[in-house]
């Protein structure tokens, strides 16, 4: 059997194999797939096929709503991590400092489990005053 | 050049060690991962909201995977018996137990059976069989079954020196034709050959070595039909059209895709999948079937499982007949004299018949001499092909052939089927039940038709959702499936067969329904003249399934395209691969039903016969 008349032979079925690859690579690409994020799919994803669920859509209403204080949440998380690194900072201190006070003014006017779980990050870091 | 342009017959796909245990650890991964997928599929991926979907194609996936796990055992290995030395004397195919063979020459008879044959087709076969080889002086006899009662064939047979046989009726048709040429010669070997079969000079000397085991009771060659079309080359087809720019363009793009032929093989006649594949790697597990042409037989094999089943047969029918005298009258037994009569009579009404007289003789014998566990009788399947014969050049001489394939087949699994017969080992009987679970396949294939349409149509999907859980768990199954079957199959063209196999589900569904309602199947004789004109009416099944899922495709793209709920990315891609696959399969045996042979490039090689016969 010569080799090329079985890769000749075979032409179909890497063709196909090609599409399948290719097919695949256009829907991770174009649903903007993570697989480092999706890897617990594998054993058990409880939102898996759920897209279109209820809770699942309330919950994504919910998180746009409390987008404005997402911002100030990630910016005192980022700060108490950085301080964390570096105490004593003079500079990275007294701007947390200000981050604090600014968290704890919105928080008093409404909840936002978030963004007072980063304020409690950073007052844990910063230390009593 | 490819094969066909050259017309050789294939060479055995002669896999390494290292090939075949490549292809075993790559065919164990795609198992394994298909089980994992299957498991998925029935605890985690069922629609709730469209069960009568979702369950029919997780069955039908079931089913087919099950096929796989089949087609997986089937090929697995090819390791096989290699041929002794060649045997000289009666007394060198004899077994120790079977008593002094004596030192005469082997007697061989070769049977050519014909019906209504061109006489100058056999004739060819007939001078063939007189330039065989063999090394040492045999007793070879040639003679010409004529079910036919002709003329003109009697004298063929008288011209080339053949023996003419023939019977006043056709009772058992081939099979009842061999039976009777068997009553008439005395050969310890016998070559069954077709009308059209022509025997190369080698055929002697590559099978009758097998036979110094003397439990082989047959051995099987390759069926290689020399009159394929070759189709048209690409460049040349394109310049017809195109001038010289497409006769440019096809040899570029044959520079890189290889040779490309437009309308080879328009029947998927080419058996090498078959013989070289599947039954050749069912040699160690000694369950090869025979074909019937272009084998080689044992007599006293033949014989002895005729002999066996006729006394079964009788005996079954005359306990049956002495329980129901018991119950009449009464008595606890018959008198001796009474019942021997009976058995007498019995024995007198019932057919002995070394091949069974079926449509599917030759799977029928096969299957009741891999049962004789007494004796133990073994097949073997030659890798190299050794004859030549003609394949059905038009739709539906192809239907009438494979029709009496399918509807065979499966009267068998319906009347006396092998996996609960006593006598086969656990091998063999997972080798036949792949070969009849394949004729089911009609009933799964038109699951996997259906499913994209409704999808495409509706954009009710049949799993709970195409998200990424589902490519996770179905794409390395199919890939290492893929990957399995390149390298299991390599030599062969994977993507023909399969496209074949789906093509076909309304002939094997009407099979089915045929042998489900009792009905006979006939033994039409396959017509060896190819009869001209257009079949689209054999196809009218397939056509309306390509309308269907051509338009299925337009709607389920619009539907995306405008945002419809269910018509996400990852289901309109899967499905749309899906349709193509489907598309593809279909319009292979479209392009058959339409095809006319090219009188440049076909009629030439399908004509052979009649150049060799002027």
């Known amino acids: 059997m010569r080799k090329r008349s079985a890769l000749h032979a075979a032409r179909g079925q890497i063709a196909w194999i090609l599409a399948l690859i290719v097919s695949t690579a256009i829907v991770v690409r174009l649903e903007h797939v993570s697989f480092e994020a999706e890897r617990s799919a594998l054993v058990s994803n409880p939102f898996s096929g759920q897209e279109s669920d209820p809770v699942a859509l309330l919950a994504r209403t919910r998180e746009a709503a409390s987008r404005g204080d997402t911002g100030l949440a990630q910016h005192a998380t980022a700060l108490a991590l950085a301080l964390a690194r570096a105490p004593g900072d003079p500079v990275l201190a007294a701007e947390a400092r200000a981050i604090r006070s600014e968290a704890e003014a919105r928080l008093a006017g409404r909840e936002d489990p978030v963004l007072a779980a980063a304020a409690a990050l950073l007052g844990e870091v910063l230390g009593p005053d | ?614």
């Open chain 2, 1 to 614: 050049m490819t094969r066909f342009e050259r017309q050789e017959p294939w060479t055995h796909a002669d896999h390494g060690p290292l090939h075949v245990a490549l292809w075993q650890f790559l065919a164990t991964a795609s198992l394994v991962f298909g089980t994992w997928y299957i498991v998925w599929r029935w605890t985690s991926s069922l629609n709730p909201d469209a069960l009568w979907f979702s369950v029919p194609l997780a069955v039908a996936e079931t089913l087919a995977f099950i096929g796989l796990v089949l087609y997986t055992v089937n090929l697995w290995t090819p390791r096989s018996p290699r041929p002794g030395p060649l045997p000289v004397t009666a007394g060198d195919i004899l077994g120790e137990t079977d008593g002094p063979g004596g030192d005469r020459p082997l007697a061989v008879d070769i049977f050519f059976a014909t019906y209504n044959e061109d006489p100058e087709l056999v004739r060819l076969g007939l001078q063939d069989a007189r330039r065989l080889d063999y090394p040492a002086a045999l007793d070879l006899r040639v003679h010409v079954l004529d079910d036919g009662r002709r003329p003109a064939m009697a004298q063929v047979a008288a011209e080339e020196g053949a023996n003419y046989i023939t019977r006043s009726d056709n009772v058992g048709y081939k099979a009842g034709n061999l039976r009777n040429a068997m009553d008439n010669t005395g050969g310890d070997l016998i070559v069954i050959c077709d009308a059209d079969t022509r025997l190369f000079p080698d055929f002697l000397t590559e099978t009758l070595g097998y036979f110094r085991d003397p439990k082989v009771a047959w051995v099987q060659t390759p069926q290689w039909f020399w009159d394929i079309p070759p189709g048209v080359p690409l460049a040349v087809w394109l310049s017809r059209r195109l001038g010289r720019a497409g006769a440019w363009l096809g040899r570029a793009v044959e520079r890189i895709v290889g040779p490309v032929r437009l309308g080879e093989d328009p029947f998927g006649n080419d058996p090498q999948m078959f013989y070289d594949f599947i039954q050749h790697r069912r040699n160690w597990a000694n369950a090869s079937f025979c074909c019937g042409a272009a084998s080689v037989h044992r007599r006293e094999a033949l014989m002895e499982v005729a002999i066996r089943s006729w006394t079964r047969r009788i005996e079954d029918v005359s306990r049956r007949e002495e329980r129901q005298t018991a119950r009449l009258t009464g008595e606890s037994a018959l008198y001796d004299a009474v019942r021997d009569t009976a058995r007498m009579s019995r024995a007198r009404e019932t057919d002995f018949t070394p091949f069974k007289l079926h449509v599917s003789e030759d799977l029928y014998t096969s299957i009741q001499m891999h049962s004789d566990r007494e004796r133990g009788w073994k097949s073997v399947m030659h890798p190299k092909v050794v004859s030549r014969m003609m394949s059905p050049n038009d739709l539906l001489s192809w239907s009438i052939q494979r029709f009496k394939y399918a509807g065979g087949t499966l009267d068998i699994l319906r009347n006396d089927n092998p996996l609960l017969r006593r006598g086969l080992t656990g091998p063999q009987k997972l080798m036949y039940a792949a070969t009849f679970y394949s004729y089911l396949s009609p009933l799964w294939n038109i699951v996997f038709l259906v499913a994209p349409i409704v999808f495409l149509f509706t954009g009710i999907a049949p799993l709970r959702t195409y998200s990424l859980e589902f490519f996770l768990h179905i794409i390395p199954f199919l890939l290492l499936n893929e990957m399995a079957q390149l390298v299991g199959l390599w030599g062969t063209s994977v993507m023909r067969g399969r496209r074949w196999y789906m093509a076909m589900f309304p002939l094997n569904l009407g099979a089915l329904w045929a042998v489900l309602r009792g009905q006979r199947i006939a033994f039409p004789v396959t017509p060896k003249d190819r009869a001209s004109g257009r079949f689209l009416r054999l196809v009218r099944w397939q056509i309306a399934f390509v309308i269907m899922i051509v338009a299925s495709l337009a709607v389920g793209w619009i539907s995306f395209l405008q945002g419809e709920p269910g018509f996400s990315l990852g289901a309109i891609i899967a499905n749309t691969l899906w349709s193509v696959n489907n598309l593809l399969s279909l319009l292979v045996v479209i392009r058959a039903a339409l095809w006319t042979p090219d009188p440049v490039h076909d009629l030439p090689v399908m004509e052979r016969f009649r150049d060799a016969e002027a």
